[in-house]
């Protein structure tokens, strides 16, 4: 989630938590269209002054959504 647009160690302008919610289910999707298996692992994102931990969480429940929505 290094990305996120308010996270202070990779955000860039314009990454939002909708792109990444779409960018994960772009990626799950065409996995699922292709029946080929998935595994991930929740890393990256940090906290601070404007990615909380609850924030922070959030955006990785977007995996998760995704790698379940079937």
Same mark, same amino acid.
């Given at each position: 989630?290094? #990305?996120?647009?308010?996270?202070?160690? =990779? @955000?860039?302008? $314009?990454?939002?938590? &909708?792109?990444?919610?779409?960018?994960?289910l772009?990626?799950?999707?065409w996995a699922?269209?292709?029946?080929? #298996?998935?595994?991930?692992?929740l890393? =990256? @994102?940090?906290? $601070?002054?404007?990615? &909380?931990?609850?924030?922070?969480?959030d955006?990785?429940?977007?995996?998760?959504?995704?790698?379940?929505?079937?």
């Amino acid at each position: 989630m290094d #990305p996120y647009e308010d996270c202070h160690t =990779g @955000g860039l302008e $314009g990454i939002s938590i &909708d792109v990444l919610r779409e960018r994960e289910l772009i990626v799950f999707e065409w996995a699922r269209d292709r029946s080929l #298996p998935v595994a991930f692992v929740l890393a =990256g @994102g940090y906290t $601070g002054s404007a990615v &909380d931990r609850n924030c922070l969480v959030d955006l990785h429940r977007l995996t998760i959504e995704a790698a379940s929505n079937r």
